[in-house]
């Protein structure tokens, strides 16, 4: 590390040890962390993203071992999976024990367990010798971190101090997985797909079967909007020319909703200018940059911002980010 950014570790774990948040960077996005056994720091998460305590924060560990003290059991299939893609974009759902409060599983018996892969992060966690919860470091709903200065942006008003450990290499949250005993289930996609998980659990022999219903229970948090950015997105699920989709659009804004579950939402009141977000049609780089796109776009004074899916979308490697789209949008044009 730099002089710098060693001066700035200190800080942040100066500021931790205090109780108070601190913005920490992870290979995802960026996290608003704070101690597991400082639930007055942990209350302050909330009340700085003004996060209902009904959405659950994932724990973030520095080893297996320290992921295992979180838990009332640690089944093979967590073995496997933890050895094959910790650190990493995968958080496993397991009964957690009684050093994780209600307040950060929101009163689930589980939690989400992860080791993210940043070497500043790691440093961090080792050091204080505490697992930290960090949910994403954004307002409720909105779009995630990709950058210390989206943080920055984000909490303007809030004073938080943000970890500068550049910008994240994976780009979208991490895939969450509920692992019973004997089964599993994708409560949340992301870049480690279905077919990855299975493979990995198939080559170390274990039996497990998918569960196919997973009671709202189980998996909250999951809203039909979420990572939206400050101008309405409109995700098209077939090619259309932009004059064609402006008529319709004049046809149909009514249907942008004012707010989606608490979070408010800018009116599309003019149809002027329209800013076509464009993937990389790499789905690792369409990833990392998903988000930054999306907050330029957003931030470039345009009425509306537009998607078009196309057809190799449809494969399971872009799932993780259509999901993000797909949630992030105000409007379907299909
Ligand atoms: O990549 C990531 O996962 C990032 C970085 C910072 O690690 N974190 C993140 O946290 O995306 P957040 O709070 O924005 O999303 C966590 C989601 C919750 O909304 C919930 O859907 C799920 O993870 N989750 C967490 N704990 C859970 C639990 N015990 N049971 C079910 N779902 C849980
Ligand atoms: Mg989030």
């Not at 189980?218 to 039909?224: A, L, N, Q, V």
């Not at 988000?291 to 509306?304: H, I, K, N, P």
Request: proline fraction near 7%; aromatic fraction near 8%.
């Amino acid at each position: 590390m730099s002089q710098i950014s060693d001066s700035a570790f200190q800080q942040a774990k100066s500021l931790l040890q205090k109780g108070l948040p601190v913005a920490i960077p992870t290979e995802t996005v960026y996290g608003l962390a704070a101690p597991i056994n400082n639930l007055y720091a942990v209350e302050k998460i909330f009340s700085i993203k003004q996060r209902p305590f009904f959405d659950p924060l994932i724990v973030h560990v520095a080893s297996i071992e320290q992921a295992k003290k979180c838990v009332t059991s640690w089944p093979d299939l967590a073995q496997v999976l933890a050895e094959n893609f910790w650190p990493g974009p995968l958080t496993l759902v397991l009964n957690k024990n009684s050093s994780v409060s209600d307040l950060i599983s929101s009163g689930l018996p589980s939690v989400g367990l992860r080791i993210p892969n940043h070497p500043m992060t790691l440093k961090l966690i080792r050091e204080l010798n505490v697992p930290l919860a960090a949910p994403s470091a954004n307002k409720f709903g909105r779009t995630s971190p990709t950058a210390a200065q989206h943080v920055a942006d984000e909490f303007k008003n809030e004073s938080v101090f943000v970890l500068d450990g550049g910008p994240c290499q994976v780009g979208i949250e991490s895939t969450v997985l509920l692992v019973k005993s004997e089964q599993i289930s994708i409560l949340r996609q992301g870049v480690i797909t279905a077919s990855q998980i299975e493979g990995v659990l198939h080559k170390h022999q274990q039996k497990f079967t998918w569960i196919e219903n997973v009671s709202k229970k189980e998996s909250p948090g999951h809203m039909k909007h979420h990572y939206m950015p400050d101008v309405p997105l409109i995700f098209c699920t077939k090619p259309v020319e932009l004059p064609i989709l402006k008529k319709w659009l004049l046809q149909h804004k009514d249907q942008i909703p004012q707010s989606v579950e608490g979070v408010s939402l800018k009116p599309l009141n003019k149809l002027e200018k329209s800013q076509e977000l464009v993937l990389s049609h790499d789905p690792a780089l369409a990833a990392r940059q998903l988000y930054a796109q999306m907050r330029t776009l957003a931030g470039s004074e345009c009425d509306f911002i537009y998607f078009i899916q196309k057809d190799f979308h449809k494969t399971e490697t872009w799932s993780g980010i259509l999901d993000r789209l797909l949630k992030a949008s105000s409007l379907r044009y299909e």
